[in-house]
Nanobody, 115 residues
Framework: QVQLVESGGGLVQPGGSLRLSCAAS????????MGWYRQAPGKQRDLVAH???????NYADFVKGRFTISRDNAKNTVYLQMNSLKPGDTAVYSC?????????WGQGTQVTVSS
């Protein structure tokens, strides 16, 4: 089992920044990649960013150049740095970890971009 705890969501004005954190615990040796999805009310869930154990990353087109995913292996934590936030980025952001046993999810954190 893998447990994920997220933090860092909140309310921010357009153009502002937030950093989300996702700390993993448990059977972390089984994880081969982590990332973030988001879901706005009434919309489908979209992949935002993914990072492999080797540090390779990929991003959704709608966040390229604005969001950066990174990881601190010593802390078993993945971060999502979000810059130049737009109202359209408002959503619940959920961290996930993919392992050989399946996919694990965090509880989700609300990000609201509004003036």
């Amino acid at each position: 089992q893998v447990q994920l705890v997220e933090s860092g969501g909140g309310l921010v004005q357009p153009g502002g920044s937030l950093r989300l954190s996702c700390a993993a615990s448990g059977s972390i040796f089984s994880i081969n990649g982590m990332g973030w999805y988001r879901q706005a009310p009434g919309k489908q869930r979209d992949l935002v960013a993914h990072i492999t154990n080797g540090g390779s990353t990929n991003y959704a087109d709608f966040v390229k150049g604005r969001f950066t995913i990174s990881r601190d292996n010593a802390k078993n934590t993945v971060y999502l740095q979000m810059n130049s936030l737009k109202p359209g980025d408002t959503a619940v952001y959920s961290c996930y970890a993919r392992s050989s046993w399946g996919t694990y999810w965090g509880q989700g954190t609300q990000v609201t971009v509004s003036s």
